[in-house]
């Protein structure tokens, strides 16, 4: 016998995976270079030399069976300590190895979280949408607790206060946001961080519990004006867990590293910590990647060339507006999340696929009427792509 709904989950094809096989069966007919794939978020411009030159000089310098061999299941303690001390020059803290756990990217540090903190199957952990879609895999089929979907504010995808506030319960665990955001792009204020974290600090008041802010933020060096300042989250609210991953800033997501953050502010740091590396242990989530470990203990804080992105988001932006599209300017991440020009959005991306353009329906993010563009591809893909989306919509008025 097996578990059904594994099983479901496993024979489930994501859209993004059905786009990828039509992408793949039309290339056979159109060739490759016609196939307008922006369906993935996968950083198309190369990591940053920091990373070529971190692998080189560990492969050259370190004994093997140490760079290769296990650390402590935590992450190995030299590296905790060399990413605590970047956190610390760029955000003013004072955190030290204590308070990191290291995992296999943001997927495994969410799940660590979602299972540390689910105790019960009525427990429920609050998912702003638009959303990356896995967190309801990991709420519901990784950890048994339920998904509460708050619809954000639709004219700029900002929170919804109201409708927050009246989703919030005893049974509340946290509150995920992930800014700048998967799929719109937006970036919270510090306005708004300190509106959300106030609304947290009453009702965890109220509740006699803490409800606890699950900052989820692989894109958080991915913002491209000079005033997009991203907050850091546990310097406004102590209850704060941070879920992080090179996969965007270092161009690094095969490379599958990241980490939990648990700053000493948490109520009852120990017990929380202990929770964290329990539930590591619990998911088989130990010893991140040993290599990349090391490399994200010399590249913390560095990038990979943003001002592509930046570029494209322009570029994107302004002819897609210019064609009669709707779009909130993306502040961050590399995703425009338009709306589509009908009103079913999965029929829309059905069509654009007769332009061979490959877009995610904004369904799939909690966010009907919409479509994600990922752009981190070539400029010269977007270029050339940009006449298709112009006819596409004009196939649309009539
Ligand atoms: N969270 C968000 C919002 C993402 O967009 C992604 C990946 O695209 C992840 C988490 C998972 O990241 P990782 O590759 O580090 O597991």
Known sequence: MLNSSMQALGEKRSTIRELFEFGKSRAAVVGAENVFDFSIGNPNVP?????????????ASENPAVTHGYTSAQGADFVREAIAQDLNRRFGTQYGARNLYLTAGAAAALSICFRMLTTSPDDEFVVLAPYFPEYLVFIE??????????????????????????????????????SPNNPSGTVYSEQTVRRLTDLLTQ???????????????????????????????PNFYDNTLVC???????????????????????????????????????????????LFQRVAARCSGQTADLSIYAKNRDLLYQALTSYGYTCVKPQGAFYLFPQTLLADDRAFCEKAKAYDLLLVPGTDFGAPGHMRISYCVQTETIERALPLFERLA?????
């Open 394 to 398: 004009q196939d649309c008025r009539i």
């Open 141 to 178: 089929q990784g950890a048994g607790a339920k998904a509460v979907i708050v619809p954000a504010c639709p004219a700029d995808f900002q929170i919804d206060f109201d409708a927050l506030e009246a989703r919030l319960t005893q049974k509340t665990r946290a509150v995920i946001v992930n």
């Open 244 to 290: 992080y991953s090179y996969s965007k800033s270092l161009s690094l997501p095969g490379e599958r590293i990241g980490y939990v953050l648990v700053p000493d502010s948490v109520c009852d740091f120990a017990a929380t910590y202990a929770a964290v590396c329990g539930a590591g242990r619990a998911l088989g989530y130990v010893n991140a990647p040993s």
């Open 47 to 59: 990591a940053p030399d920091c990373v070529r030159q971190a692998i080189s000089d560990i492969l």
């Open 203 to 233: 009702k965890s008041k109220q509740f006699g519990h803490p409800i606890y802010l699950l900052s989820d933020e692989p894109y958080r060096e991915l913002v491209y004006d000079a005033d997009t300042v991203v907050p850091f989250l």
